[in-house]
């Protein structure tokens, strides 16, 4: 699993880990190395998935979700084909709402959350295409400015009611996502 050095010092050490999963936290996956999926072969990329299951569940941790690097696989059937034989989700790409049966999107038009189209082509969202917003993105943009990121959030969570009020149930939801929390104010390197 990546082990997240900064400077030379890990990020989290398995003990670490291990107090967030006693305190109740869902542990998922990221890969062994943190490498741009798009950019591995076959065998590099059972290591980059398959391997960082291998390696949490040898801590007694069993994940369900692989999170993409860079969130950009999602197009990329190589990458999902073999995420699909680990995972049951993942998370890749970026978007202000998801939608729960992945037919609100205006640009790509779907009727159903099947991962490949009837013609063999990936669907944009499915559930090896969970979108997220990043709130370090937002942190960036509006220069580490609390109130204003704050402000942003509560826009985001509160874009969903127009949505789910319109069809009468829930359907859309933001998944937001925390890549690094500190309060350095620095530039975050994914």
């Known amino acids: 699993m990546n082990n997240g050095k900064e400077n030379g010092t890990p990020r989290m050490s398995w003990s670490d880990i291990e107090a967030l999963k006693q305190d109740g936290q869902d542990i998922e996956s990221k890969g062994m190395t943190h490498r741009d999926l798009n950019q591995l072969g076959a065998k590099d990329l059972e290591f980059e998935i398959g391997g960082s299951k291998h390696c949490l569940k040898s801590h007694n941790i ?3 979700i692989f999170a993409v690097v860079h969130g950009d696989a999602w197009n990329n059937s190589s990458v999902i084909n073999i995420i699909s034989k680990y995972y049951g989700f993942a998370d890749n790409g970026f978007a202000d709402l998801i939608f729960l049966r ?7 038009k779907q ?9 063999g082509i990936l669907n ?33 969570v509160n874009s969903q009611t127009e949505y789910n009020n319109m069809k009468g149930f829930i359907d859309a939801i933001p998944v937001i996502a925390y890549h690094s929390i500190d309060d350095s104010k620095g ?3 994914y």
């Open 62 to 64: 069993s994940p369900n």
């Open 102 to 108: 992945c037919d609100g999107y205006i640009t790509h």
């Open 111 to 119: 009727t159903d959350c099947s991962t490949y189209t009837n013609y």
């Open 124 to 156: 944009y969202a499915n559930r090896y295409s969970i979108r997220e917003r990043s709130q370090n993105t937002l942190d960036r943009t509006y220069l580490h400015n609390d109130s204003l990121l704050f402000e942003k959030f509560k826009e985001q």
């Open 187 to 189: 530039a975050f390197k």
